[in-house]
């Protein structure tokens, strides 16, 4: 990936959403904007394939299900959804442990230089809001990484994390989210809401184009996004196929020279 943003190739295959150094890159080399195509879904949980990004607490823990507005104001310093501050567990509702302090762990997921691939997913998914760049807190202690989580969880009744479900311990659970900020049903982390493009956390396979790709490119992603492309994936067993507005969303994105609404480029 790095070549390609550096000008090299035509295309490239990547892992996880895009930071704003990387679209920033691309455009320094390129001298265009990048395109990220998803081509398929992530896997549900299996390990080191995409998995699925769960916020996960102990398994004593009261709290089933948290909002983005609740995601954001956990993570971030900027809050651009609009919770207060979550410093106890009755900020989350948790009425039996009002006063309990919420312990954040993984800080260095998103303290260091380049933030983890997970930790992208989460800014992006709760933190941006509005055409506006969350920001991370910076009054967490930076002393576990995100490969740490499930286990200090584990230990832990009023630790709170992120980590992949293809890393879920005993002890801890995956909570369910809300997609709306004025409520809504909770999303649990299952096979069926990931398959189904219904939880938000769930993450994608996309391979980076130009903006205007060429005609040989475009063929390609017509393929990959087409129903024999599609079926090659399912066929594999790890990673999701695409839902078909998922797909059509791709096929738009090819023909029209936008940008990939799930990229990370500042409007």
């Not at 009023?158 to 479900?165: D, P």
């Not at 002890?171 to 809401?193: F, T």
């Given at each position: ?43 549900w949980r ?87 760049e969350g ?42 989210l809300i ?89």
């Amino acid at each position: 990936m790095r070549r390609f943003l550096a000008g090299e190739g035509d295309f490239a295959f990547v892992s996880r959403d895009l930071a704003y150094a990387d679209v920033a890159a691309y455009r320094r080399g390129h001298g265009q904007d990048v395109k990220p195509i998803a081509v398929a879904g992530g896997s549900w949980r299996h390990f080191g394939f995409i998995d699925t990004v769960a916020v996960v607490v102990h398994e004593s823990n009261p709290l089933r299900a948290m909002s983005l507005a609740q995601l954001d104001a956990l993570f971030s310093s900027s809050r651009l959804r609009g919770h207060h501050p979550v410093r106890t567990w009755g900020d989350l509702g948790v009425a039996e442990w009002a006063d309990k302090p919420v312990r954040v762990v993984g800080a260095a997921a998103w303290s260091s230089a380049e933030p983890s691939a997970r930790a992208i997913a989460i800014r992006r998914v709760a933190m941006d809001h509005a055409g506006s760049e969350g920001r991370w807190r910076k009054d967490v202690p930076v002393d576990s990484k995100e490969a740490d989580v499930p286990d200090i969880v584990a230990r832990d009744p009023y630790a709170i994390g992120f980590t992949g479900l293809g890393h879920m311990v005993p002890q801890i659970r995956a909570l369910a989210l809300i997609q709306s900020d004025g409520g809504g049903r909770p999303v649990p982390p299952d096979y069926e809401s990931v398959a189904r493009g219904q939880y938000p956390l769930a993450r994608f396979a996309y391979v980076l184009s130009a903006a205007k790709p060429s005609p040989i490119m475009r063929e390609f992603l017509r393929f990959v996004l087409s129903k024999d492309g599609q079926e090659i994936v399912s066929e594999q067993g790890i990673f999701l196929p695409l839902r078909a507005l998922q797909a059509s969303e791709g096929l738009r994105l090819i023909d029209s020279g936008a940008t990939q609404l799930g990229c990370s480029a500042r409007p």
